[in-house]
């Protein structure tokens, strides 16, 4: 697993990389949003971690050209500044999740290996089965003449079904993998989502993709 | 601190009275001055005219009297007065009229009307010759003096020249009934005219109160509405009255200059916050991420509290800066639908790794039901999530190796509420009400290192904020409960 480290400060950038590459990561840094355009577009890499604030240019700026020369890697941006907007505007920009500084090492860690589970997943940014479509980047999805907006978990969770389809997936696998978790069994989490998922994209549509597997958990798919 | 001083003293010596009731009692009493000025003349003119009009008309039937008086003096009897008066006297009958003829000595020279007046009752000293004299003074005597006399009495006297040709004085005395009558009838017209006249000055005042006050109503109204979480509107107060509009102007200004030291604070805030924040995220890091092989005991313990601590100093500038932001005043600066399930999910997947750590596992009660799924509440998501969030972490601090956390949403009419409950030892009686209080937690000795002690107050900050509330309870189980409750928004259909 390779990571690119963006980080303006040496400090925080060495400490990044050591802590990485004891964790079996292969780790490089940068520390100028220039170098890391290239190095981000060049060089193969499983994830991206991004500082918001660097002295040439902007995180933001950073993500949106990376995704502009088509780079797909998943970022995890990383910033000082907290507060919605700086995290609505990285993640509009095409960062695939947000970390505020400072932050437990344990956390980041976790992040990443979300966003790796993620990347492992066949590359593409369209996702499509049956008439129903998920833009990675936009994070919309679109059934026959339909437009849905999806909340961030929705889209992890529709993005999981969407990669793993024809499979029966326990909510125990689904909890870990899209939410990092485990719930406690009683919780109607999974459901929950999977239901707004059904209410968004399944109604009214003649072949249902949503599928119930009883005692076990759901499937995703057309079932002939 | 000088003009604060200044103000209760000024206050004291002008009460405060309603501007549209100064104006009021201003108007008021100019108009009643004019008004009062205007009428004493009025009344004074009418009553001389009237005076003087019936005077003279006294004096012209005195006249015409005297011309038949002088044919029949000097045999006149009372039935020949009688007679002049009803004939020559038409507004006899309106007066007690009196006509008596006096020779030259001073005798009354009508026959049988010894009650009659007498020379020296109308106090006459000489016959007037030709002209007439007006005697205001009447004395006792006689009938019709008595009669005469029952109101001041008028009297017109006219010398003549009888058939025996001596000279003859007649006097004509007349009550003054009519003239009293018309002067309390000038009056009556003043009072009346004056209370017409208080009342429409009362009602014109209240109008020009009004038309002065309006613009001074709407200038309050806009800077009622002129709070922090309005500072970037602009105040507009469209008026044709060139101070009104002036004064707008000038508050727009002292807006302005209020929204630049406020965004200099929060560009201050942002910068501190990001200046303090790297290095501490640098030490955390370095800390978490230091090779610990080959490090002494004593080393061991040394890296520890520094993670620790350094882990607490980071949570805590992040808890001061969200401190800052629910206390700026201002409503939440992001509104945005946010709904309940994301809420409860978000901030239970970014407490995950503590609920791991912890060995609590978490158990979430969404709302399932098909029509309420999309129920949102309008607000600042990062600080909705970092409320629940804040909780949650609460609740995990607290419960016992192995327990359960359980974080539910529902619904409750217009209100959407998240409850928390936990296994833990629960909040002593005697801190339910103190559990909100900044700092609380770390008073008690058994929390220490624990928590920061600003979570909390911090939840009940946000939940303040979006007009919400927040309570804590035991529950009869054992643990404590937490509910939030926010207001629900309006359902609105995605945007397709």
């Known amino acids: ?224 | 601190m000088k003009r604060q001083q200044h103000e209760p003293s000024l206050s004291m010596r002008w009460p405060r009275v309603s501007l549209r009731n100064r104006i009021t009692f201003w108007v008021v009493l100019i108009f009643a001055l004019i008004q009062t000025t205007t009428q004493a003349v009025f009344v004074l003119h009418q009553r001389s005219t009237v005076n003087d009009s019936f005077d003279r008309e006294l004096g012209n039937r005195a006249r015409a009297v005297a011309d038949v008086v002088s044919k029949r003096v000097p045999s006149l009897t009372r039935a020949d007065i009688g007679q002049i008066i009803t004939q020559e006297l038409r507004f006899a009958r309106y007066e007690t009229v009196t006509l008596s003829v006096f020779d030259e000595t001073g005798r009354n020279v009508v026959k049988d009307d010894a009650d009659g007046l007498t020379w020296q009752a109308v106090g006459l000293t000489e016959v007037p010759a030709g002209t007439l004299a007006k005697i205001t003074r009447l004395q006792s005597g006689g009938t019709h003096a008595s009669q005469a006399t029952a109101t001041t009495p008028r009297v017109a006297t006219a010398g003549v020249t009888g058939m025996d040709g001596l000279r003859y004085a007649v006097v004509l005395a007349s009550s003054e009934t009519f003239v009293q009558r018309q002067l309390s009838l000038i009056n009556q017209l003043a009072a009346v005219s004056s209370v017409i006249g208080l009342f429409a000055a009362v009602l014109s005042a209240r109008l020009i109160a009004g038309i002065a006050v309006a613009p001074l109503e709407r200038l309050r109204d806009v800077a009622q509405h002129l709070g922090p979480e309005s500072i970037g509107q602009r105040v507009q107060l469209a008026s044709d009255v060139t101070e009104v509009a002036r004064l707008s102007e000038e508050l727009d200004k002292a807006r302005i200059r209020i929204q630049d030291s406020m965004l200099a604070k929060e560009r201050f805030l942002s910068n501190v916050s990001h200046e303090i924040k790297t290095p501490i995220a640098v030490l955390l890091l370095e800390s978490q991420t230091l090779d610990r092989s080959g490090c002494s005991q004593s080393m061991l313990r040394f890296v520890k509290t520094v993670e620790e601590e350094t882990a607490r100093l980071g949570k805590l500038v992040e808890s001061f800066l969200t401190l800052t932001r629910i206390q700026s005043g201002r409503g939440p600066a992001i509104l945005k639908r946010y709904c309940l399930n994301d809420m409860v999910s978000d901030s239970i997947e970014s407490c995950s790794l503590m609920a791991t750590q912890h060995q609590v596992s978490l158990k979430a009660y969404l709302l399932d039901r098909d029509d309420v799924v999309d129920a949102a509440v309008i607000g600042d998501p990062d600080l909705l999530r970092t409320l629940v969030d804040n909780l949650a972490r609460n609740s995990i601090r607290f419960s016992p190796v192995g327990g359960v956390v359980e974080i539910a949403a529902g619904l409750d009419g217009g209100d959407a509420w998240i409850r928390l409950r936990d296994e833990g030892p629960g909040i002593p009686p005697d801190r339910l009400d103190t559990i909100f209080d900044r700092f609380a937690q770390s008073r008690t000795s058994e929390r220490q290192g624990r928590g920061h002690g600003l979570g909390l107050s911090i939840a009940k900050g946000i939940a303040e904020l979006h007009g919400g509330t927040i309570e804590a309870s035991n529950r009869q189980e054992g643990g404590c409960e937490f509910v939030v409750r926010l207001r629900r928004a309006a359902s609105e259909i995605l945007p397709a």
């Not at chain 1, 990383?78 to 609505?88: F, I, P, Q, R």
């Not at chain 1, 026959?144 to 907006?149: D, K, Q, R, T, W």
């Open chain 1, 1 to 224: 697993m390779r990571v690119l480290i963006i980080e303006d400060n040496p400090k925080m950038a060495e400490a990044l990389q050591r802590g990485l590459r004891e964790n079996g990561y292969a780790a490089d840094m940068c520390h100028s949003g220039f170098e890391g355009e290239d190095l981000g577009a060049a060089e193969e890499y499983d994830a991206i971690l991004l500082d918001l604030m660097l002295p040439d240019r902007d995180g933001v700026e950073v993500c949106k050209n990376l995704r502009r020369r088509l780079v797909a890697t998943p970022i995890l941006m990383l910033t000082a500044l907290s507060g919605t907007e700086n995290k609505v505007t990285g993640l509009d920009a095409g960062a695939d999740d947000y970390l505020t500084k400072p932050f437990e090492f344990e956390e980041l860690l976790a992040r990443l290996r979300a966003l790796l589970r993620r990347g492992e997943a066949t590359e593409g940014r369209m996702l499509r089965c049956d008439d129903l479509e998920l833009d990675v980047y936009t994070r919309r999805a679109s059934r026959g003449e339909l437009n849905v907006e999806l909340s961030n978990k929705e889209f992890a969770l529709l993005e999981f079904l969407m990669r793993n389809p024809n499979r029966v997936l326990s909510r125990t696998q689904i909890a870990q993998k899209v939410w990092d978790m485990n719930f406690d069994p009683s919780s109607n989490v999974i459901d929950v989502y999977v239901a707004a998922l059904r209410k968004k994209l399944d109604r009214g549509f003649p072949r249902e993709l949503f599928h119930t597997v009883k005692g076990a958990g759901y499937r995703f798919g057309v079932i002939d």
